[in-house]
C-alpha cells in the first residue's frame, strides 16, 4: 500500500486484523497489532479485540490475556466484546478459573457483562468439568439483567452432560420453550449426549424422536449419540435401527457410527452381523480403524470364533490399521475361550515387537487360556519359543457372503 501512496490507516489495520482472524492467523494478527505504532496509526479497541480474538481462536490464551492486560497502557478501555473473547480463549485453554476471575473483574472496570459473557464463562465451566458453577451463573444472569439465550442454555445442557447429569440437562431443554428459546440442534445433541452417558437409552431415544416436531433435523452427532446409549445397554437391534434410519434422514453413517453398532453386536452375541456391518463399511465410504476391528474381534471373541478373530487381526496391516493393545486383548481372549493357548502365548510374545505394551487385560486373558488347558502359566519360557506366524487368511468369502 505504501508503494501505492495510499497510507494504512486505523481502519485498515482493523480490517486486516479481523481477515487474520477468522482465518486462523493469530501470528499474522500480532505482528500487523505490532506494526501500527511504527506506521503511526493508534490501535483502538477493534484492533485488540481483532487480535485476541485470533489469539482465542487459535488457542493461545496466554496472549490473549496478555493482550488485555496491555490495553490500559496503551490508553485503550476494554469493553464486553474484548472481554467475551479473553474469556472464550481461556474458555478453549480449559482455564475456567482465569475465565471466572475475567467475569468478576468486569464490574470493577465499568464493563457491564452480555450474553456472550456470560456464555463464553459457562462454556469455560463446562469444560473444566464444573457443572455446578455453569448452572450458578446461568441462574445469576437475570438479576445481572442479562437474558440468557439459545447459546448460553447450550452451554449450560452441555456442562450438564460433561457431568452426568442428565436430569438436569433434560430439564434446561423443558425450560427453554418456557422463556421463549427454541432449542436447535446442539441442544438436543447434548441432551441426547447426557442421556446416553447416564446410561439412560431410553430416554435418548425420546428426545431423538422430540426433534421433528420442534422442527430440527438430527444430524451426524444426534444419531451417534442416540446410537452410543443404545451399544452401552447391549440393544444392538435399535442400534441398528438407527443405522436403517439415517440414509433415510438424509444423514451419512461416519465411523463413530458403525464402530458403535458393531460394539452393540458385540456385547449382544451377534458376531455374525457384526462382521456383516465391517464388510459394508467400504461400500458405504466409511473406514474402517482400530476401534473398529477391537470390535468385530471382540464379538468374534465372544461368539467362540477364535479362528475368525485372528483373521480379522490378521487383516489390519493390509487395511493400514496398526492394531493396540485392545484389539491384541481381544484377540488373545478369543484363543483363551476357543483353548488355544500357545496362540494367546504367541499373540502376547509379538505385542512388543509391534511396539504395544501388553496390559492387564492381555495377560490376564494369556493366564487364563493356560489355566483353562491345564498348563501352569510358564510365560517366561514359552516367550522365548520362535514367533508362531498366524497360518490364517482372511475369510474374503464369509463376509461377502454374510453382506
Known amino acids: 500500500m505504501p508503494e501505492a501512496k495510499v497510507v494504512p490507516n486505523q481502519i485498515t489495520y482493523n480490517a486486516a486484523m479481523s481477515a487474520c482472524e477468522k482465518c486462523g492467523q493469530w501470528q499474522m494478527a500480532l505482528n500487523l497489532l505490532s506494526l501500527m505504532p511504527e506506521a503511526g496509526v493508534v490501535p483502538d479497541k477493534i484492533s485488540y479485540s481483532a487480535a485476541i480474538s485470533a489469539c482465542s481462536k487459535g488457542g493461545q490464551w ?3 490475556l496478555n493482550l488485555l492486560s496491555l490495553m490500559p497502557e496503551a490508553g485503550v478501555k476494554p469493553d464486553e466484546i474484548t472481554y467475551s473473547d479473553a474469556i472464550s480463549a481461556c474458555s478453549k485453554g480449559g482455564q475456567w478459573q482465569l475465565a471466572l476471575n475475567l467475569l468478576s473483574l468486569m464490574p470493577q472496570a465499568r464493563v457491564v457483562p452480555n450474553q456472550i459473557t456470560y456464555s463464553a464463562a459457562i462454556s469455560a465451566c463446562s469444560k473444566g468439568g464444573q457443572w455446578q458453577l455453569s448452572l450458578a451463573l446461568l441462574c445469576l444472569m437475570p438479576g445481572a439483567g442479562v437474558e440468557p439465550d439459545e447459546i448460553t442454555y447450550n452451554a449450560a445442557i452441555s456442562a450438564c452432560e460433561k457431568g452426568g447429569r442428565w436430569q438436569l440437562a433434560l430439564n434446561l431443554l423443558s425450560l427453554m420453550p418456557e422463556v421463549g428459546l427454541v432449542p436447535d440442534e446442539i441442544t438436543f445433541n447434548a441432551a441426547i449426549s447426557a442421556c446416553s452417558k447416564g446410561d439412560q437409552w431410553q430416554m435418548a431415544l425420546i428426545v431423538l424422536s422430540l426433534m421433528p416436531d420442534a422442527r430440527v433435523v438430527p444430524d451426524q452427532f444426534s444419531y451417534n449419540a442416540a446410537i452410543s446409549g443404545c451399544e452401552k445397554d447391549s440393544q444392538w437391534q435399535l442400534s441398528l435401527h438407527l443405522l436403517s434410519l439415517m440414509p433415510e434422514a438424509g444423514v451419512e453413517p461416519d465411523e463413530i457410527t458403525y464402530n458403535a453398532v458393531i460394539s452393540a453386536c458385540s456385547k449382544g452375541g451377534q458376531w455374525q452381523m457384526a462382521l456383516n456391518l465391517l ?9 474402517p480403524n482400530e476401534i ?29 490399521v ?23 502365548l504367541n499373540l502376547l510374545s509379538l505385542m512388543p515387537e509391534a511396539r504395544v505394551v501388553p496390559d492387564e487385560i492381555a495377560y490376564s486373558a494369556a493366564i487364563s487360556a493356560c489355566e483353562k488347558c491345564g498348563l501352569p502359566p510358564r510365560l517366561s519360557m514359552d516367550w522365548q519359543q520362535p514367533v508362531l506366524r498366524l497360518p490364517f487368511r482372511p475369510p474374503v468369502a464369509f463376509l461377502v457372503g454374510t453382506a
Open 62 to 64: 496466554q496472549l490473549a
Open 279 to 287: 464388510s459394508l463399511m467400504p461400500g458405504a465410504s466409511v473406514v
Open 292 to 320: 473398529t476391528y477391537s470390535a468385530a474381534i471382540s464379538a468374534c471373541s465372544k461368539g467362540g470364533q477364535w479362528q475368525l478373530a485372528l483373521n480379522l487381526l490378521s487383516l489390519m496391516p493390509e487395511a493400514r
Open 322 to 344: 496398526v492394531p493396540d493393545e485392545i484389539t491384541y486383548s481381544a484377540a488373545i481372549s478369543a484363543c483363551s475361550k476357543g483353548g488355544q493357548w500357545q496362540l494367546a
